[in-house]
């Protein structure tokens, strides 16, 4: 039995990679981005404890292409992600994950888990969000100095859906609203508090 620590689930999301993705953000990160969008999942307490049985139970009955994993620090929770994307692998699936650390980082990394959970990722965002370089060119991308690796023929960087606008989802579920995703540079002038 493996538990995970999750801060939030969104089972069928457009706005966490390329096509229809059941996303998982963990709760904990040791990395400290200026400017960091989630600091509510910073902390290794909080979230709550999920058995990756159980998600992939969730997961399974979900039409989505892939899973796309987010935090928090997902290599921060190395072991039990590389289970639970294994675990989605043998459904078929994708694998997407975000990390605040460096490809070159993660390569030099011998944590448990951490070989594993790279060798298991079709794509990953690399490196910490630099809030002085937003980046409103790439979909999917919070700054400019992160770099996306495709690791497989799944995708590739020429896909058309790299080039559309980017997606911001509001979700409301039993009284909870949630959002997620980047919002695409022609609505931020919707919300943006005027100068
Ligand atoms: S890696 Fe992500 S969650 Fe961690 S501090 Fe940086 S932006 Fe925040």
């Not at 059941?22 to 400290?32: E, N, S």
Request: net charge negative; charged share 25%; proline share 8%.
């Amino acid at each position: 039995m493996t538990m995970l620590r999750v801060a939030h689930v969104a089972p069928d999301t457009e706005a966490e990679g390329p096509g229809r993705r059941f996303a998982v953000w963990f709760q904990g990160c040791p990395l400290r981005c200026p400017g960091c969008c989630n600091p509510e999942m910073l902390p290794f307490e909080g979230g709550r404890g999920v058995e990756v049985d159980d998600l992939v139970n969730q997961l399974a009955r979900e039409s989505v292409e892939g899973i796309s994993l987010l935090g928090g620090e997902p290599f921060a929770h190395a072991p039990g992600a590389a289970e639970f994307a294994a675990r989605a692998r043998a459904l078929g699936l994708s694998v997407m994950v975000y990390s605040g650390y460096t490809l070159a980082e993660l390569r030099a990394d011998s944590s448990p888990g951490v070989g594993e959970l790279l060798a298991l990722t079709d794509i990953l965002v690399d490196g910490p969000y630099d809030r002085s370089r937003p980046d409103s060119r790439r979909r999917w991308v919070g700054s400019e100095n992160q770099v996306v690796h495709f690791f497989t023929d799944r995708y590739s960087p020429g896909d058309e859906c790299w080039k559309r606008p980017n997606t911001l989802e509001l979700r409301l579920v039993d009284g909870t609203l949630s959002v997620n995703g980047f919002p695409a540079p022609a609505a931020v002038g919707f919300w943006r508090k005027p100068a």
